[in-house]
């Protein structure tokens, strides 16, 4: 077995980090960069990336945590964003769902086929609400290459061509009140954020989450880990596929409106959260009706 290096490592990582912010312009000198810290090794990298990266460009950066209020599972990432955020002098703001929306994710998954749909309709609207209000110009996301493959096969799959404009490195701004993501990770491999994170002993958060295996996208990164298992490199066959394929533009997206429910930009008249939201509150009622 080959020992690694962990300073040769820790320069593969944060070199290759960092030449994709500057190939893609992803920081310009004097904005303010909100992180999305879930405290899961993904997060925590970028945040150490890019808190590296300020030795390159002078910019600001905050963190920004969202309890989804999962019962033993979600406080662990929450100590890691804390630990991680303080020991890199990071300002954290934190937020939950039960503060922001009324209720816990544990409180209303069994209202949708997968806890995924609402959690994740709700985490993105946090985190854009808020860096919003802290005025930052993006947020940067723990997505690594892993991450991207799956959630191409996944609209591929699903025939949403629409979702092709999310993909790579950076989004446009397209609403005033709508943050763009930058994907600091998006070209390096899951398998070496966790390696970075063991050889560097960093706090970070281990446990998949108890409601992950009932995704669409647990099937897809179970298949492609298989795949790469016996056929090494599909991964970045399918990934440089994917490159050819889309000009990354967001040409595809339709002009935003404002929700008439909460203001946040939404591509119709009422945006995803506050609908879910509606939804949670009719069955809530009917179950009260029906007790």
Not at 56 to 73: N, Q
Request: hydrophobic share 35%.
């Amino acid at each position: 077995m080959v020992k690694l290096n962990k300073d040769e490592f820790n320069e593969h990582i944060f070199t290759r980090i960092n030449k994709l912010i500057y190939d893609y312009d992803l920081i310009k000198e004097g904005e303010l960069i909100a992180v999305a810290l879930s405290g899961g090794k993904d997060s925590v990298l970028t945040l150490h990336a890019l808190k590296n990266y300020q030795n390159l460009l002078d910019f600001d950066l905050v963190a920004i945590s969202v309890d989804e209020g999962i019962e033993g599972y979600r406080q662990h990432g929450i100590d890691s964003a804390i630990n991680n955020a303080k020991e890199l002098g990071i300002k954290l703001v934190q937020k939950s769902f039960k503060e922001e929306e009324g209720f816990a994710l544990d409180d209303i998954y069994q209202n949708f086929k997968s806890a995924c749909i609402p959690c994740g309709v709700f985490r993105r609207n946090i985190l854009n609400k808020t860096a919003y209000e802290l005025g930052a110009v993006k947020i940067a996301t723990g997505h690594n290459l892993d991450d991207e493959i799956q959630s191409f096969l996944m609209s591929f799959a699903r025939g949403d061509t629409i979702k092709f404009s999310k993909f790579g490195p950076e989004l446009d701004v397209i609403h005033p009140k709508l943050v763009p993501r930058i994907k600091p990770l998006w070209n390096t491999p899951e398998k070496e954020v966790g390696m970075w994170a063991v050889i560097n002993g960093i706090d970070i958060h281990l446990d998949e989450c108890p409601y992950s295996h009932l995704s669409l996208r647990a099937k897809i990164k179970e298949f492609l880990n298989i795949s790469e298992d016996q056929y090494p490199g599909v991964k970045n066959n399918v990934m440089e596929s994917f490159q050819k394929m889309l000009t990354f533009e967001n040409d595809m997206v339709t002009s935003l409106n404002e929700c008439e429910v909460c203001g946040e930009s939404t591509s119709s008249n009422i945006c995803k959260a506050c609908e879910l939201k509606e939804l949670i509150s009719q069955n809530y009622k009917d179950h009260i009706c029906n007790e």
